[in-house]
């Protein structure tokens, strides 16, 4: 297991400068001669670093900075070191806790970037599930989550609302098992919309479930990359329905996610037509891939990391206007300073041990998106698991085992990255996958530049308010 060093990241957006202390997770505002200082001190070689420094800043100036940055260290907010559990975090024996039901290997669209091949996930035979065995993959989780109280199911595809008697039948179970067996299910539904009528709409709510709705924001962008089955466009069917689902939410959780390609880098546009038909809460994902025509190019970095940067000044304005919840930017929205317990900063999604897939055959995976691939079947509802290798394998494989990892400044943020992106892009379990791994660095910094900025800005509000200046 390799050793987690105290560890900094400074970096500049417009005109101000910012550091983030790895370990504790605290954000500094600094100034450029604090950050040229940093670039080179850690506390621990001023004499080194006066001499890298010399021509750049007054040696007294330098010195006076090097005290306070000393200061901070003593304070265990910058080069904090870790805490002293967290292998014990890492060691501990997770449990099932969510499983993702692939109710339809089928689907109505045929979005040009899935990863489900439109719901036969690359060869997989084309059927919908079973009540029968969706049934043993509830009593599969409920046996897996041993004491733990709390469980979780997607129902997935291809589309499941093309299987949406057996979704109903599921719904009775798990309500019905969950009194007896002492379990909280949260129940989420993953769908296009294509097929999203009042009747389905009001079992949704009434059963508190979350959902899941994809669009691809602007019109035309979304009818180039998720026509039907049939080739004709499909937004304004989407964009109703989903915005007649959204209406009737009534607090209850959803998000609507797009996915942005190498034809739409300016996806900002989309965010806006996503938010202008009154979604509140938003996701744009890059897609992923490496050998089509809308694939992400590396030349297209920069182009992605300066959208990025205009998402979080819209962002920005939106919430000095009072738009609050009702511009919700998933990747934005992160909790800095507390964030996920460590187990999951060190893990991340659990799959293939805390989160599993069940498909219509009744095989388990370790996630949708490993399906297909025979060599990780776990095992199926009718006999539980058989291997149990691999999950030990995923287990193991933490931001502590990959030296790339323990050596990046947003692994408590990012927790090693995918697992299926890591094997299929980055070349193994233990390799990031680079693209997502660049990706995801450029909106933790967007994240921290907003909650820096909001942070001042509310305490310069309060003064104002404090001081009776009118707003």
Partial sequence: MLELKPMIHTFKMDDTYYCLDVNSGIIHVIDEDTDKVLSVYDGTNRQEALIKLAGQLDKVEAIEIM???????????LFAPMSPDFKLVAEEKPVVKALCLN??????????????????????????????????AVDFLIQMSGNRQHCEIDFFGGEPLLNWDVVKQTVAYIEKVAKENNKIFKLTMTTNG???????????????????????????????????????????????????????????????????????????????????????????????????????????????????????????????EGWGEKFNFFHFRMDLYRGPCMAKRLRGCGSGHEYMAVVP??????????????????????????????????????????????????????SGGCHVNNINYGGSLQQPYEM???????????????????????????????????Q
Wanted: glycine share 6%; hydrophobic share 35%.
């Fill in 67 to 77: 005290d306070e940055v000393d200061e901070l260290i003593r304070q265990e907010v």
């Fill in 103 to 136: 109710i339809a290997h089928d689907c109505n669209l045929a979005c040009k970037y899935c990863f489900a091949s439109q719901g036969d996930y690359g060869g997989v035979k084309r059927e919908l599930m079973s009540f029968d065995v969706a049934k043993r």
């Fill in 194 to 320: 294509m097929l999203l009528s009042q009747d389905k709409i009001d079992f949704l709510n009434d059963h508190n479930m979350s959902m899941v709705l994809s669009i691809d924001g602007r019109e035309e962008v979304h009818n180039r990359m998720r026509p039907s089955a049939g080739g004709q466009d499909t937004y304004k069917t989407i964009a109703h329905n989903l915005q007649n689902a959204v209406k009737q939410r009534d607090g209850r959780e959803y998000y609507v996610r797009g996915t942005y390609t190498h034809k739409n880098l300016d996806f900002v546009k989309d965010v806006e037509a996503m938010s202008a038909l009154g979604f509140e809460h938003l996701s744009m994902e890059p897609v992923v891939g490496d050998d089509n025509e809308y694939a992400l190019r590396e030349e297209d970095l920069p182009i992605l990391d300066k959208e990025y940067e205009k998402l979080a000044h819209l962002y920005l304005q939106r919430q000095k």
């Fill in 361 to 414: 055959n009744g095989d388990i995976y370790p996630c949708h998106q490993f399906v297909g691939k025979e060599e990780y079947i776990l095992g199926n509802v009718y006999d539980g698991l058989k291997n149990f290798d691999i999950p030990k394998e995923f287990r193991d494989t933490h931001v502590l085992t990959k030296p790339v990892c323990a050596e990046c400044w947003a692994k408590f943020f990012c």
């Fill in 436 to 470: 997502g791994c660049h990706l995801q660095k450029k909106r933790i910094e967007c994240a921290i530049m907003i909650q820096a900025e909001l942070d001042e800005w509310n305490r310069t509000h309060e003064r104002k308010i404090d001081a009776g200046v009118p």
